[in-house]
């Protein structure tokens, strides 16, 4: 789908917190908020597909006012309060949004109205047909609706132009299309078919994050996530089809977070995280909710918070303990072994690294899950490597970084890269500037193919340390180079 021509009028001043609407959610996680608002909307039969990222939104102030549905649901579950108590500004200071002089002068197809009969679950009611035809581009999450709309609207507008497989036919914009002929038939319930091209949507992105890095992918995957709740939300006759449906679209809110978590938005990457877990316990799923704990693991690590990486590290091995996978009992061990890491526990970090290795010397499975495909000799070296570096030991770090880098299947092109640029850093600060200047030349040769934030702020790491020996061999023509044109894929 084109993006959308209506001029966006976002607010010049920042969003600003809508702590009125945070103290009522009291000691609640967001996602257990947002259960609890799913529950209340089936009370009063409405249908939101609220989740943690829209409590954030609300939290932060970007939902300036809820669409028709959830404000029927917050008054229900808040009696005898208004919307402005809330912490929401009136609907008619953001109807307008600002760049409308009167509701006349708004295009037809560019309105939204709440029913005034025979409401629906969606919970307003478009002039135009939605789909297609809907004047905002579904597959940008920041796009015009975000001011004062939820994309709860959207994902229910193009549900209501052909049913399920309309959904299931947006997972196209990463070429995740279903059989042509089933798109065109319009479908009330959601069957195998459909529960499929969600299994290979997820597929789909592993295999492009693979070979080209997450920052090209990470908006356009946002569609496809959507799609995948608006299936659950059509419902299915057969329980076997809905677990799949409901794993599905767990592995690919994770598959999005790790795009947002690999190009650096890493609250994006939390919000999609909990939306696992949250699905995962739901439906019991204890190899989806370990996977999303595995991932919350090494986000922590990331982002600074070593204490919670090895609480969610610790907390997933007990998840996957009974699932008989020995490869995933060794990665989920590394993610505890990256936590010690960063809090400078040498011993805990060790005894984690002894574990991991053991357990990855017993083999594979065939309980190892499909997401691990990632997951060999390569990947174990490379998580040894960062441990190394997160200690300081640097001549360790860049010995498994090497071996990281040789063993790597070349179908991944985007780890190559990152255990390439982990190895230039670790041997620029272990004192080696010229290999280090070599390895950073091997980077960005890959950059050509490969787009990641995160490699990209490693290299420019290894720049700054490099910078006082721009006289040794090759170290000022990887500097001038990498000080270069952005390269993009």
Do not use: K
Not at 217 to 240: H, S
Not at 463 to 486: K, M, T
Request: hydrophobic share 40%.
């Amino acid at each position: 789908m084109a993006s959308s021509t209506v001029t966006s009028s976002q607010p010049s001043r920042p969003p600003r917190p809508n702590l009125a609407f945070r103290q009522l959610r009291g000691r609640r996680s967001p996602a257990e908020f947002a259960a609890a608002v799913r529950r209340a909307a089936r009370e009063i039969g409405e249908r939101v597909s609220c989740d943690a990222r829209y409590i954030g939104r609300v939290e932060a102030g970007e939902i300036r006012c809820p669409n028709y549905a959830y404000e029927r649901v917050f008054l229900h579950m808040f009696p005898g309060r208004t919307l402005t108590d809330l912490g929401f500004a009136p609907r008619s200071s953001v109807r307008g949004r600002g760049a409308r002089a009167a509701a006349d002068t708004t295009p037809a197809h560019d309105r939204i109205r709440p029913h005034t009969t025979g409401e629906t679950g969606a919970g307003f009611e478009p002039y135009d047909p939605p789909y297609p035809q809907y004047p905002y581009d579904l597959s940008d999450p920041y796009g015009p609706h975000t001011d004062y709309e939820e994309s709860d609207v959207l994902r229910r507008a193009f549900m209501t132009g052909g049913g399920a497989t309309v959904a299931a036919a947006s997972l196209a914009p990463i070429g995740l299309a279903l059989d042509a002929r089933a798109a065109q038939r319009p479908v009330r319930r959601v069957g195998a078919s459909e529960a499929s091209a969600l299994e290979d949507a997820v597929r789909r992105i592993r295999l492009l994050d693979d070979r080209h890095g997450a920052d090209g992918l990470y908006r356009r995957a946002a569609a496809p996530l959507r799609a995948a709740y608006a299936l659950l939300d059509a419902g299915t006759t057969r329980q076997a089809t809905a677990d799949r449906l409901h794993s599905g679209a767990g592995e690919l809110a994770i598959s999005v977070g790790w795009l947002a978590h690999d190009s650096g938005r890493f609250d994006d990457a939390r919000s999609h995280y909990a939306e696992a877990l949250a699905t995962a316990r739901m439906t019991g799923d204890d190899a989806l909710e370990a996977h999303a704990f595995c991932n919350t693991a090494f986000l922590a690590r990331d982002a600074g918070r070593p204490r919670e990486a090895v609480r969610a590290a610790q907390a997933a091995q007990r998840i996957a303990r009974p699932l008989g996978s020995s490869r995933l009992m060794s990665l989920l061990a590394l993610r505890e072994a990256g936590g010690w890491a960063g809090l400078a526990d040498r011993a805990g970090c060790e005894q984690a690294l002894t574990r991991a290795q053991a357990l990855f010397a017993r083999g594979p499975a065939d309980a190892d899950p499909e997401w691990m495909s990632f997951y060999g000799e390569a990947e174990l070296e490379g998580l040894e490597a960062q441990c190394w570096s997160a200690l300081g030991d640097w001549q360790r770090a860049a010995r498994h970084a090497g071996r990281a880098a040789r063993l790597q299947d070349p179908h991944f092109t985007r780890n190559i890269a990152l255990y390439t640029a982990e190895l230039a850093d670790d041997l620029a600060r272990g004192g080696h500037p010229d290999e280090a200047a070599a390895a950073g030349m091997r980077v960005l040769d890959l950059l050509d193919q490969v787009q990641s934030s995160r490699v990209q702020t490693m290299l420019a790491g290894t720049a700054r340390v490099l910078l006082p020996h721009r006289r040794a061999a090759g170290v000022s023509e990887f500097l001038d180079r990498h000080a270069g044109p952005a390269r993009t894929a």
